[in-house]
């Protein structure tokens, strides 16, 4: 098994400029998640999925949008990026009472 | 507001026993503790985790308080690959993970 697989590693966007961050796992776990990493401090929770065809918004969820049309895959869109979304954003899925995470997007908006 | 709080930053020297100390002063019964450590430049990664008893992985132990207001990760013999940040997680079953800032852990060759 991959596990849990983010494209692209690292991004440089300008301001105003939208994207898809890419998230896939091979475990056929239900639930899956982004959470963005900011210097020195621990990870906040954007938005989550307990399934197909379910989100709900975490802690940070403005300036995001997700979906989640199958079990695989759970895209991050920045509609419109600004500066204070420079960040690292890890994916992560859960079975059992554990996280799994990817390897992260380090994304820099000039 | 319910918290975990942990040291900033804790030193260990290679081949030494470790001991990383969480507080959860607000923990109620079916709430599980969990530990993650985030080594340089990549995701989080599963340490262990309980809800009362001991736990032991080929990774570490976990010691449970036995009001459950405290918790210690136990690394038995450090490594310098051991250094990273580590995570103490308060999590109430089946709600989202919320990480705090944890406590780097450095280990001196």
């Known amino acids: 098994n991959a596990g849990v697989t983010q494209t692209p590693k690292f991004q440089v966007l300008k301001t105003g400029q939208s994207m898809t961050l890419q998230c896939a796992q091979d475990m056929n776990h239900e639930y899956m998640s982004w959470y963005r990493q900011d210097p020195g401090m621990g990870l906040r929770l954007i938005h989550y999925s307990v399934g197909a065809g379910i989100t709900d918004q975490g802690e940070v969820p403005n300036g995001y949008n997700v979906s989640r049309s199958t079990t695989e895959d759970f895209p991050l869109r920045l509609l419109s990026a600004a500066p204070s979304q420079t960040s690292v954003y890890f994916c992560a899925s859960r079975k059992h009472e554990k996280l799994f995470f990817g390897s992260g997007t380090q994304l820099s908006v000039l | 507001d319910a918290k975990t709080t942990q040291p900033n930053s804790m030193e260990s020297n290679e081949e030494e026993p470790v001991h990383l100390p969480c507080n959860h002063s607000t923990i109620s019964g079916t709430d599980y503790i969990h530990w993650y450590r985030q080594l340089p430049s990549q995701g989080p990664e599963y340490v262990i985790h309980?809800?009362?008893s001991n736990v032991n992985n080929r990774m570490a132990s976990l010691a449970i308080a036995e009001d459950r207001k405290s918790s210690t990760l136990i690394l038995h013999r450090a490594t310098l690959r051991d250094a990273a940040v580590y995570y103490c997680i308060r999590v109430p079953y089946g709600q989202n993970f919320v990480f705090g800032p944890g406590t780097r852990l450095s280990v001196l060759p």
């Open positions: 309980g809800l009362t």
